[in-house]
Nanobody, 126 residues
Framework: QVQLVESGGGMVQAGGSLRLSCAAS????????VGWFRQAPGLGREIVAG????????YYPDSARGRFTISRDNAKNTVYLQIDSLKPEDTAVYYC???????????????????WGLGTQVTVSS
């Protein structure tokens, strides 16, 4: 069982940066694949970044590539999401999700993840 807690959200002006954190319980978090998703009001949840168990591989959809950076520190059981050059359209609740790793595969769909945090709100003003 893994419990995930996101933090680091807040209200920022367009052009600013935020670093979100996803802290996990459990001694085996280093064997989990992690994804960051977001859900804007009235829209479905979409992936914005993923990272394999060791941190050696990352994934970004086209919409996030260049401004989003995912990283992890397995010694601290924490995964980070750095978001730069924030835009009003980045306003959403950001969630981290985890699942036991299967090789170096990075999963991009919600049903593929077993564990979810409650999310952290990011609001970007213009």
């Amino acid at each position: 069982q893994v419990q995930l807690v996101e933090s680091g959200g807040g209200m920022v002006q367009a052009g600013g940066s935020l670093r979100l954190s996803c802290a996990a319980s459990g001694r085996t978090f280093g064997t989990y694949t992690v994804g960051w998703f977001r859900q804007a009001p009235g829209l479905g949840r979409e992936i914005v970044a993923g990272i394999n168990w060791s941190g050696s591989r990352t994934y970004y959809p086209d919409s996030a590539r260049g401004r989003f950076t995912i990283s992890r520190d397995n010694a601290k059981n924490t995964v980070y999401l750095q978001i730069d050059s924030l835009k009003p359209e980045d306003t959403a609740v950001y969630y981290c999700a985890a699942r036991p790793a299967l090789s170096n595969i990075i999963y991009v769909r919600e049903p593929e993840y077993n564990y979810w945090g409650l999310g952290t709100q990011v609001t970007v003003s213009s």
